[in-house]
């Protein structure tokens, strides 16, 4: 039952310890912070584009 118990904590310690990894690369490393707004920033360029072509091929 040691063994169990143990191996749940280090799990769970586990998934603790990426998660302030991944918070702590996201906010505090300005490139990837900078990369990761770059990308959406150009996603919703993308769509607004899309939505726009949408638009004047419907009015064709």
């Known amino acids: 039952m040691k063994f169990v118990s143990s191996f749940v904590t280090s799990k ?4 603790e310890d990426s998660r302030k990894k991944n918070w702590s ?3 505090w490393n ?3 912070a900078h990369q990761s707004v770059y990308e959406r920033v150009k996603k919703i360029m993308y ?3 899309v939505a ?3 638009r004047v091929k419907k009015r064709l």
């Open 47 to 49: 769509l607004q584009d």
């Open 52 to 54: 726009v072509y949408e």
């Open 25 to 27: 690369n996201q906010y």
């Open 12 to 15: 769970i310690e586990k998934e």
């Open 30 to 32: 300005p490139q990837s």
